[in-house]
Each structure stands twice: as C-alpha cells, then as structure tokens.
Nanobody, 115 residues
Framework: QVQLVESGGGLVQAGGSLRLSCAAS????????MGWYRQAPGKQRELVAV???????NYADSMKGRFTISRDNAKNTVYLQMNSLKPEDTAVYYC?????????WGQGTQVTVSS
C-alpha cells in the first residue's frame, strides 16, 4: 500500500506561481505512471503532467510551457511547478501513482487562481 500526500496548494493571483509536492510513503523509483491530474468543479478529472516508465514526461497541451513536473527519488517526492497561472487552472490537483496493477491517488490539494 502506498500513500500519497499532496501539499502546496492555495490561493494565487492570475500570473502567479505555485509549487505542488506529492510525497509517497514508498519508493517511486519503479513506476508505470506518476504525476498530476486535476478536477475543476463540474468537470471530469484530467491529466496535467506525469512521468511514465522510463522517465519520460507527458503534459497536457494547455500546460506545456507553463507547468513543469520533476521528481526527487531520494525523497520519494514528485513536484509540479506551475507558472503563469490562469483562473481556468482553478481545480483540485491530485497526485497519482500506478505500479503494475495498483493505482493510488492522493487526497488532493486545492488551487485557486483569482483574476
């Protein structure tokens, strides 16, 4: 069982930045997918940015150039640096880890971008 704990959310003005962290209770060295998704009110959960097996990254088109995913294997932590935030980035941001047939989600952290 892996526990994921997100932190770093909050209220920020449009154009500002936030850095989210996702700390895993176990190693993140060997994963199939690990990264960030988000869900805005009344909308489906969507991919933001993830690492895939082999270390490749995958970003949603609307986040490319503004968001950067990174990881620290020694700390079992994945980060999401979010720059140039827009009101439409307002959502609950979730961390996800997939390893083999196991699929883990964090509890989410709220990001609110004011105009």
């Amino acid at each position: 069982q892996v526990q994921l704990v997100e932190s770093g959310g909050g209220l920020v003005q449009a154009g500002g930045s936030l850095r989210l962290s996702c700390a895993a209770s176990g190693s993140i060295f060997s994963i199939n997918v690990m990264g960030w998704y988000r869900q805005a009110p009344g909308k489906q959960r969507e991919l933001v940015a993830v690492f895939t097996s082999g270390g490749s990254t995958n970003y949603a088109d609307s986040m490319k150039g503004r968001f950067t995913i990174s990881r620290d294997n020694a700390k079992n932590t994945v980060y999401l640096q979010m720059n140039s935030l827009k009101p439409e980035d307002t959502a609950v941001y979730y961390c996800r880890l997939v390893r083999y047939e196991y699929d883990y989600w964090g509890q989410g952290t709220q990001v609110t971008v004011s105009s």
